[in-house]
Nanobody, 126 residues
Framework: QMQLEESGGGPVQPGGSLKLRCAISGINMDPYAVGWFRQAPGKERDGVSCSSNSGRETVYADSVKGRFIISRDNSKNTVYLEMDLLKPEDTGVYYC???????????????????WGQGTQVTVSS
């Protein structure tokens, strides 16, 4: 059974950092792109970042450029999202998603992904 499991979320103060982890099981992620999305209460799910299968292509939402970094360890079937200089508007449930293609679509394209995790909550507040 293919599964994506996010972890690493939690409460953090503005200006702080978190590193999210997405562990993938039941499928080898080597050939596929993986993305991160987030959803704030009462809002639609927004794209945050994507990594192509090799990791050489990455895309970011304008709101997180320079603060977030996506990376992947294909040997561990795991994708990461390092988040620095966090802001209250970064609050939301963060989801990872697998795309059964090697390249990244435009960042705000949840319909382009095939398998989703259950999400991990990130709350940025003082």
């Amino acid at each position: 059974q293919m599964q994506l499991e996010e972890s690493g979320g939690g409460p953090v103060q503005p200006g702080g950092s978190l590193k999210l982890r997405c562990a993938i099981s039941g499928i080898n992620m080597d050939p596929y792109a993986v993305g991160w999305f987030r959803q704030a209460p009462g809002k639609e799910r927004d794209g945050v970042s994507c990594s192509s299968n090799s990791g050489r292509e990455t895309v970011y939402a304008d709101s997180v450029k320079g603060r977030f970094i996506i990376s992947r360890d294909n040997s561990k079937n795991t994708v990461y999202l390092e988040m620095d200089l966090l802001k209250p508007e970064d609050t939301g449930v963060y989801y990872c998603a697998l795309r059964i293609l090697r390249d990244c679509p435009t960042v705000h394209a949840p319909e382009a992904y095939d398998i989703w995790g259950q999400g991990t909550q990130v709350t940025v507040s003082s």
